[in-house]
């Protein structure tokens, strides 16, 4: 099993600057796409931005030029940059992740894994 868990939201002021951090642990793995993404209040869930393993990168039309993803494959870490945030990027942000668990070294699963969320509020 993997695990991830996020860190760095919180408050912060409309035009403010907020990093989450998205850490995967377990054993045997290895990690390909990893992305964020965000459910406001009383709305779908959504993506915010990807990075596949190779260092691709795909964002939300409403973020894009304010927030980056970037990953660091040796800390299986994947973060979020967001700079000048709005009230409207309010909401409770996962990570996600694709991951291959092998189980020998000719047989491996693919699973798809949440984080358990953190909020991010920006104030007006």
């Known amino acids: 099993q993997v695990q991830l868990v996020e860190s760095g939201g919180g408050l912060v002021q409309a035009g403010g600057s907020l990093r989450l951090s998205c850490a995967a642990s377990g054993s045997d793995f290895s990690i390909n796409a990893m992305g964020w993404y965000r459910q406001g209040p009383g709305k779908q869930r959504e993506l915010v931005a990807i990075i596949t393993s190779g260092g691709s990168t795909n964002y939300a039309d409403s973020v894009k030029g304010r927030f980056t993803i970037s990953r660091d494959n040796a800390k299986n870490t994947v973060y979020l940059q967001m700079n000048s945030l709005k009230p409207e990027d309010t909401a409770v942000y996962y990570c996600?992740?694709?991951?291959?668990?092998?189980?020998?070294?000719?047989?491996?699963?693919?699973?798809?894994?949440w984080g358990q969320g953190t909020q991010v509020t920006v104030s007006s």
């Open positions: 996600n992740a694709d991951v291959r668990t092998y189980y020998s070294s000719s047989y491996y699963e693919v699973g798809n894994y």
